[in-house]
């Protein structure tokens, strides 16, 4: 099954991502676990607050928690990097929320990160 991941009129294919990845290979770079954890709203999945919406991550209720407790933490997480005009490409995780829940959880500082390009993110990019 194809792996899609859906942001706002935007669909990343992370298949595509993966085989970018390996065709161009490059060093993982580190991710701040409690920093990304924190923008995605995934610190407050366990106790959620009903008068607030998460305008990145997912709800309350759409994350699997148990099977992010599974997840393999040594599989780098794929960010974007979304090209915005007159400003600097803004990252955004496509692949990798279950592992960044999990980390989160067990007090990680850091996992590993694919960066990819505005470039690349053009090419693993589509609209709605």
């Known amino acids: ?6 942001f ?4 990343f ?12 290979p490059r060093t993982p770079s580190p991710l701040d676990v409690t920093a990304w954890a924190t923008a ?3 610190t407050h999945l ?11 991550g997912p709800a309350h209720n759409a994350l ?3 099977y992010a407790m599974t997840t393999d933490l040594t599989q780098p997480l794929i960010v974007a990097h979304i ?23 067990e007090h990680l500082p850091q996992l590993p990160a694919h960066l990819l390009t505005v470039a690349e993110t053009r090419q693993v ?3 709605r």
Do not use: C, E
Request: proline share 11%; hydrophobic share 40%.
């Open 46 to 56: 366990d106790k959620p607050n009903p008068h607030t919406i998460s305008l990145i």
């Open 64 to 66: 699997n928690r148990a």
């Open 8 to 11: 706002g009129p935007w669909v």
């Open 1 to 6: 099954m194809p792996q899609r991941f859906h």
């Open 40 to 42: 995605y709203g995934l």
């Open 83 to 105: 090209d915005i005009p007159d400003a600097q490409p803004a990252p955004l995780l496509i692949d990798g929320t279950h592992r960044l829940y999990r980390a989160w959880r």
């Open 125 to 127: 990019k589509t609209h």
């Open 13 to 24: 294919d992370i298949d595509s991502a993966q085989a970018l990845i390996a065709a161009t």
